[in-house]
């Protein structure tokens, strides 16, 4: 869900006061890097598209290479956006991947 929630915050409402607000960001700045946002959303959407794909695949063995693909991907992507952005991001978009990816695995 957080990544649904990251397309629509960045494909849809960067330029509005929410986007903004969100990211601290004047009207100018967040009018010169929309096009930068918007492609993060949809590589945002990319990734919810495959967890929800992963939940929704019948075959067992196929579904848990798919949540484990979709998983280390956004944990890959929180740990470069923890380096180049900031760090911060490793807690609010890898935190959550980690943790998926942790009882995922101890439950197999």
Same mark, same amino acid.
């Given at each position: 869900?957080?990544?649904?929630?990251?397309?629509?915050? !960045?494909m &849809?409402?960067?330029?509005?006061?929410?986007?903004?607000?969100?990211?601290?960001?004047?009207? !100018?700045?967040?009018?010169a890097?929309?096009?930068?946002?918007?492609?993060?959303?949809?590589?945002?959407?990319?990734?919810?598209?495959?967890?929800?794909? $992963?939940?929704? !695949?019948?075959?067992?063995?196929?579904? &848990?290479?798919?949540?484990?693909? &979709?998983?280390?991907?956004?944990?890959?992507?929180?740990?470069?956006?923890?380096? $180049?952005?900031?760090?911060?991001?490793?807690l609010?978009?890898?935190?959550?991947?980690?943790?998926?990816?942790l009882?995922?695995? $101890?439950? $197999?």
């Open positions: 869900m957080l990544h649904v929630g990251f397309l629509v915050l !960045e &849809f409402l960067w330029t509005k006061p929410q986007g903004r607000a969100v990211f601290r960001m004047t009207p !100018e700045r967040a009018e890097t929309r096009v930068l946002a918007a492609n993060q959303g949809l590589y945002n959407g990319f990734l919810a598209a495959g967890l929800v794909w $992963s939940l929704v !695949e019948p075959d067992p063995v196929l579904a &848990f290479k798919l949540k484990v693909f &979709f998983l280390v991907c956004v944990v890959v992507a929180a740990i470069y956006g923890a380096w $180049s952005v900031k760090p911060h991001i490793l609010v978009q890898g935190g959550p991947a980690i943790l998926a990816l009882f995922l695995l $101890s439950a $197999s």
